[in-house]
C-alpha cells in the first residue's frame, strides 16, 4: 500500500505524544505547518504519524484536491487509521455567517457538501470562522449583530449534526466580526445547540486583543481543539501577521498562563500546531513537523511542571 504500509512492514512504530507524562493533553498537526513545502496529503499524514502526533488537522482545499486528482476518500480514512491518528477538525471556509441571504444559503449548502467529505475521512469537527465577514470594514458592509450571528451558527450546528460533523466558531483576531473570544462566546453560548463550541487560537487571541485569563471564563469540555503557536514581540498586534507566528517556546505569548488556565478549566482536547512561517516552509517537513511536537510539548512541561 505504498510508503506508509511499507514502513509499517519494517517494524518502525511512531512514538505516542498521549502516552503517561506528556501532560492532560493531545497532540495534533495543522498542515498549513508545512503548506510551503507543497506536500501531497497522503504524504502530509505521513509526516504527522512519523512526527508522533496523535491527529492530523487538514484543509477542506487540499482534500478537494485529493479528491479531484482521483484519490478515495475511503483509502483517505485508512491511510490516516494506518498512521495512528484520528481527524479531531479540519480547516473550512463556507460563508455561514453572512447577511447576504443567499450567500448564507450556498455556503450553508458548502458547508454541507465539505462536512460529507469530512465525514468520510473520519473528521470530528471543521472551524467555522467568519469568513465573508470579516473585512466588512473594508468592504463597507455593516458589522454582524452577533445574536443573529448566534441563530446563523445554530443553523450550521444543525447541518452538521445531519452530517455528525461539529462547526467550531472560530475566533479570527484580524477579523471585524468574531475578532475576540468574548464574540465567540456570545456566539456558541446564545445559539442554544448542545454542540456549540469554540475553536480558540493563540496568535489570535493576540492579534484581536482579547485577555488569555479570560479563557478561565470557558468551560474546557467546550473546546475540543486548540490552536497554538508563539509570536515575537514585535511588531505590534496591529502589524503582526500570520507569517510572524513562531513554534511554541520561541516567541513572548503567555503560553504557561494559557496552558495551566486550560488544565485548570477541564481541557483536555488537542493542541494543534497551526504556523505559516515562510522559513519553516524552506525546511524539510518532517524536520519542521518533530520540532513543532517538540517544543510544544516541551512548552506544555515547562507551564505545569
Known sequence: MGMLSETAAAGERRPQSGAAGAGPFRYCFNTSTIQGQKVPLVKEIEIAGQAGY?????????????????????DLNKRIKDAGLTVESAIGFFEWIVDDDARRTKGLEQARRDMDRLAQIG?????????????AAKTGEK???LLAAAERYRALLDVGKQAGVVPQVEVWGFSRTLSRLGQAALVAVESGHADACILADVYHLHKGGS??????????????VFHVNDYPAAPPPAAISDADRVYPGDGVAPLADIFRTL????????LSLELFNRDYWKQD???????????TKTAVKNALA
Do not use: Q
Open 54 to 74: 496523535d491527529a492530523i488537522e487538514p484543509w477542506m482545499g487540499e482534500i478537494d484536491r485529493y479528491v479531484e486528482e482521483g484519490g478515495s476518500l475511503a
Open 143 to 145: 458589522e454582524i449583530d
Open 123 to 135: 473528521a470530528r469537527r471543521v472551524a467555522a470562522p467568519p469568513i465573508g465577514a470579516h473585512e
Open 263 to 270: 488544565r485548570d478549566i477541564g481541557f483536555r482536547g488537542h
Open 211 to 224: 485577555p488569555a485569563s479570560g479563557l478561565r471564563l470557558l468551560e474546557g469540555a467546550r473546546m475540543h
Open 285 to 295: 517537513a518532517l524536520a519542521v513537523a518533530r520540532t513543532g511536537l517538540e517544543k
